[in-house]
């Protein structure tokens, strides 16, 4: 975990972003010239000398505590995030289970945001309930009103911004503030942002969790999660992390670390595409609104201009009423986006949602179906033509 192994580029704070996601965590000279930190398998790893095994001298001790293809993967991480340290873990949702765990009690209150992704919703209803931990959940837009919601035995506040599907800003430095006034630990979800267009630490956030399963992996082939944290909550997520055996393999570390490389260009792509087709949807008829912070009209926008670097390919819509049967048609015409969950990777995707299904501290009262849309790295007019003839699908069978 955390690791010390940086090339002379990436400790150099100086760097801009896009210098830091290709240099940062590699060190060629120190495997013969190759670019890439290879892959190494491993579970044992022998000490040369008596005296070096017993004082732990070697740099590695046993593969679940890291080798070179892990360590050099967080270092580029930590690069990114600005903390004290990473930990990998094999899934998005892992990260985010293994954070709360790590700085939860029994007996402890967790307020958790209203639009979180929602299998994190049911690990705290589930999961951390049966520990005996209490989530209650609040109004994105709460701001430092969330100190009304604080109680004595309130230890975290869990955030996402945009929220999941329905893309709600949230004043993160706002709430860090009362947090940390009140020694409550603050954790975020920024799996929309990544580290390169929203740095939670910079904003007074303790824990940084990403699903790199979407834009780091960006390949659709990865499953992932990063957490990086800041102070004492390092030292608590390090701790958890090392104690419950968690690793992940060094192939899916280099799968990650790959991704990273590419992903200043891949998110730039994303992000222009993303809003050029959202900017289109907003001026079709059959669309009521769009959910999307970089748009000038959304709610969010303010917060979205002053706290973050970019936006990402990943937006919603609302249509106007239509039948169920209209909205079956627009999906089932789609040629370019493919139907499934996930995103993140270099294909788009769409799927129907509603938030009325899970959400208990806000309402969801839209004016007809939302549609979740990841714009790829297809070419644009590509993209628009597919949802133009899709639009005239819907259409034909109201
Ligand atoms: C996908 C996702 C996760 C979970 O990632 P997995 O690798 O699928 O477990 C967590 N948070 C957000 C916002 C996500 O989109």
Redesign the pocket.
């Known amino acids: 975990m955390a690791g010390g192994s940086e090339t002379k580029a990436g400790a150099n704070a100086e760097l801009q972003t896009a210098t830091k996601v290709v240099h940062a965590g590699r060190d060629p000279q120190r495997f013969d010239g190759f670019v890439n930190t290879p892959v190494v398998r491993g579970s044992t790893v022998l000490s040369a000398t008596y005296d070096d095994l017993v004082h732990h001298r070697g740099r590695y001790s046993y593969g679940r505590r890291g080798n070179p293809t892990t360590e050099s993967f967080e270092a580029a991480l930590k690069a990114l995030e600005g903390g004290d340290g990473v930990a990998l873990t094999p ?6 289970s293994l954070s709360l765990l790590s700085v939860l009690d029994a007996g402890d209150h967790l307020l958790m945001v209203d639009t979180a ?1 929602r ?2 919703r049911t690990f705290c209803d589930q999961v951390l309930k049966r520990l005996g931990i209490e989530t209650s959940y609040y109004d994105p837009l709460a701001g430092a009103d969330i100190e009304a919601f604080i109680r004595g035995n309130t230890r975290a506040i869990f955030l ?1 911004s945009p929220g ?1 599907q329905s893309f709600e800003m949230q004043d993160v430095p706002a709430i860090a503030a009362v947090a940390r006034a009140r020694g409550i630990t603050t954790l975020i ?1 920024n ?2 942002a990544t580290p390169l267009y929203f740095k939670p630490h910079a904003a007074g956030v303790d824990i940084s ?1 990403q ?4 834009y780091i992996g960006g390949h659709a082939d990865l ?3 990063t957490i990086s944290a800041v102070g004492a909550a390092w030292k608590k997520v390090s701790a958890t992390h090392g104690t419950m055996g968690i690793t992940i393999s060094p192939d899916d570390a280099a799968l990650g670390a790959r991704g990273l490389r590419t992903l200043a260009v891949r998110l730039d792509r994303h992000w222009r595409s993303g809003l050029e087709v959202a900017e289109w949807l907003a001026a079709r008829p059959e669309v009521s609104r769009v959910l999307h912070p970089a748009l000038p009209t959304d709610p969010g926008h303010a917060i979205w201009k002053r706290d973050f670097a970019g936006a990402t390919g990943l937006f919603s819509f609302i249509l106007k009423d239509v039948p169920d049967r209209a909205v079956a048609a627009f999906f089932d015409a789609l040629t370019l986006f493919g139907m499934g ?4 990777g270099y294909e788009s995707l769409a799927i129907p949602f509603n938030c009325a299904d899970y959400r208990t501290a806000t309402p969801w009262d839209v004016e007809g179906p939302a549609v979740r849309l990841h714009i790829g790295l297809e070419d644009v007019a590509d993209l628009k033509a597919d949802l133009d003839q899709a639009f005239a699908r819907m259409h034909a069978a109201q």
């Not at 699903?211 to 979407?214: F, Q, S, V």
């Open positions: 899934s998005g949702l892992s990260a985010v992704y299998p994190t996402e999941s979800d799996t929309w969790i699903a790199g399963t979407k499953n992932l999660g969950y996930s995103w993140g």
